[in-house]
T-cell receptor
């Protein structure tokens, strides 16, 4: 079962930062936070993951609170192509299953 | 490089007919393999996962079954389809110790 809670939908103006929140209050010490996104009618795509430190890659930044009970995915300059459903997942780094919740549907508005 | 093949892309089947969806992975060995279903407007539901040949774990009771006859082949089957089996089916793979799961392009199944 998904162990995360996300808002069902969000809008963001093109060129602005998109901040997508995720609550994972029951996260265990060995569980990482992963983010994926799914563009309509395609398979999900990995974005980023982290344990307790903030992470940044070419796609996004991940901010994890000190108590690890929540996190925020940041798309620094949203484009129309970032319109997608974004999933926040928690799982052990060596775990087998990936449980997706219902995610946040992000719409980037021109 | 690793690739995942899933077919067919779309499928329309009558109620009560059998189903066989196939997924193959290239460029990696001993992957973890997954089948997911996404009903219209819903999230991704994990149906089955496999850590090796012949090893299948079912996540939810249902009208479907999975098999892994070869290391990089994962098959989703049904003997008799129900209307509720309609949805978008996705195959995925991952490797132990690496963070990412890689998804196929999916099969959109419509049971009529």
């Amino acid at each position: 079962d998904a162990k995360t809670t996300q808002p069902p939908s969000m809008d963001c103006a093109e060129g602005r930062a998109a901040n997508l929140p995720c609550n994972h209050s029951t996260i265990s010490g060995n569980e990482y936070v992963y983010w994926y996104r799914q563009i309509h009618s395609q398979g999900p795509q990995y974005i980023i993951h982290g344990l307790k430190n903030n992470e940044t890659n070419e796609m996004a930044s991940l901010i994890i609170t000190e108590d690890r009970k929540s996190s925020t995915l940041i798309l620094p300059h949203a484009t129309l192509r970032d319109t997608a459903v974004y999933y926040c997942i928690v799982r052990p780094h060596t775990g087998n299953q990936f449980y997706f919740g219902t995610g946040t549907s992000l719409t980037v508005i021109p | 490089s690793q690739t995942i093949h899933q077919w067919p892309a779309t499928l329309v089947q009558p109620v009560g007919s059998p189903l066989s969806l196939e997924c193959t992975v290239e460029g990696t060995s001993n992957p973890n393999l997954y089948w997911y279903r996404q009903a219209a407007g819903r999230g991704l539901q994990l149906l089955f996962y496999s850590v090796g040949i012949g090893q299948i774990s079912s996540e939810v009771p249902q009208n479907l079954s999975a098999s892994r006859p070869q290391d990089r082949q994962f098959i989703l089957s049904s003997k008799k389809l129900l209307l509720s089996d309609s949805g978008f089916y996705l195959c995925a793979w991952s490797v132990e110790g690496f963070p990412e799961a890689f998804f196929g392009q999916g099969t959109r199944l419509t049971v009529v």
